[in-house]
Nanobody
């Protein structure tokens, strides 16, 4: 079994900063990538940022220059530091992990989400 658990988030004023963390536990043979998606009420889930085992990082255009993703794959963890937050960043943030549980079996796993609310 694999569990993905987010922490952090909360309420912050526009222009402020906030961070969220994510840890994967369970049967992890090899992590391929971890990252964050978000979903605002009435909108589709969108990718925010990701980092792979090789250190490659990808950001959505809407958060470039404001958000920073980092990883500690030794701890099966990924972090998202968010600065210059805007009202439009308000959403539930979901962590994902794409990993192998055996040398041949891979899948994507999701956390339950953590709420980030930015007040204007």
């Amino acid at each position: 079994q694999v569990q993905v658990v987010e922490s952090g988030g909360g309420l912050v004023q526009a222009g402020g900063s906030l961070s969220v963390s994510c840890v994967v536990s369970g049967t992890v043979f090899r992590l391929v990538a971890m990252g964050w998606y978000r979903q605002a009420p009435g909108k589709e889930r969108e990718k925010v940022a990701s980092v792979n085992a090789g250190g490659g990082i990808d950001y959505s255009d809407s958060v470039k220059g404001r958000f920073t993703i980092s990883r500690d794959f030794g701890k099966n963890a990924v972090y998202l530091q968010m600065t210059s937050l805007r009202f439009v960043d308000t959403a539930t943030y979901f962590c994902f992990a794409y990993l192998y549980t055996t040398p041949r079996d891979s899948n994507a796993y999701w956390g339950q989400g953590t709420q980030v609310t930015v007040s204007s």
